[in-house]
């Protein structure tokens, strides 16, 4: 007799190996309409919060699926909006700056307009003139209008003149101020003077010295130099050009600048 042949069931196994790529492809999906969500209305703050997510959901950390909805944890939250809080701060910092610039700018235009209708009423456009530098605002003195050749004393006769100026550098709250003499290559020896640097020197003093007589001037923001013949604005082989080189200025900071400001 014929042996019966016992029937063999066996279960048949799926194969479930797609489903991994599937979910991954759900998940990015997924993780892609929420950006597009929140790309309408993105601002620094969200950028960093999804950059943040995805990069935890790529390295097996905490990813965007484990967040309840797209606002991160309140310590997260926290340290992203004293982000914003400190970029906000620099910004009105900024602002507050060029604010103060424009005000210190539109007075020293103000001190110059000034200081020009003065020039004009005393017809002293030969000997003054303002310019407005980097530096702050200049005014130049020829030095013809105050001293005679080789003296650093001020005539008695152009005192006077020299007090009007001063009334014009009354400036509130007051601003520091530098008075520099300069004169020619010509040399000088004389029994006062052992060279033009010299003389340049107590020029700016003696000048500065008349000004701050002026009771209204706060002598604190006053400082005096003297360059000789090392800072010439002209040719010194003409007598013209000679003659524009021997100076006394006077030069108005702005706000904040250090008295060592060198021009």
């Known amino acids: 007799m014929a042996r019966k042949k016992k029937k063999k069931h066996e279960d048949e196994h799926v194969d479930e190996s797609w489903l991994v790529p599937y979910a991954d492809i759900l998940t990015l999906l997924l993780a892609l309409f929420i950006v597009l969500y929140a790309s309408s209305s993105i601002d620094a703050a969200k950028f960093q919060m999804l950059s943040k997510s995805f990069n935890e959901v790529f390295t097996g950390g905490t990813g965007v699926l484990d967040y309840s909805s797209v606002t991160p944890p309140e310590n997260e939250s926290d340290g992203i909006d004293e982000v914003k809080k400190e970029k906000e701060e620099k910004e009105k910092e900024k602002n507050k700056k060029e604010k103060e610039k424009a005000a210190d700018q539109e007075e020293l235009e103000n001190v110059k307009s000034q200081v020009e209708k003065f020039i004009k009423d005393k017809k002293l456009e030969h000997q003054l003139e303002t310019?407005?530098?980097?530096?702050?605002?200049?005014?130049?003195?020829?030095?013809s209008i105050f001293f005679d050749s080789g003296k650093a004393t001020i005539r008695k006769e152009d005192v006077p003149l020299a007090k009007e100026i001063s009334n014009l550098l009354v400036i509130n709250p007051p601003r520091n101020i530098i008075i520099s003499g300069h004169t020619d290559n010509m040399p000088i020896k004389n029994s006062e003077f052992q060279s033009n640097w010299h003389l340049s020197v107590m020029r700016a003093v003696n000048f500065m010295g008349l000004l701050i007589e002026n009771p209204k001037l706060d002598a604190k923001v006053f400082s005096a130099k003297g360059y000789g013949e090392y800072k010439p604005v002209a040719s010194n082989k003409t007598a013209e050009g000679r003659s524009k080189n021997r100076r006394v200025e006077v030069l108005i900071l702005p706000r904040g600048a250090a008295e060592t400001n060198e021009k």
């Open 131 to 143: 310019k407005m530098t980097s530096e702050g605002l200049l005014i130049t003195i020829k030095d």
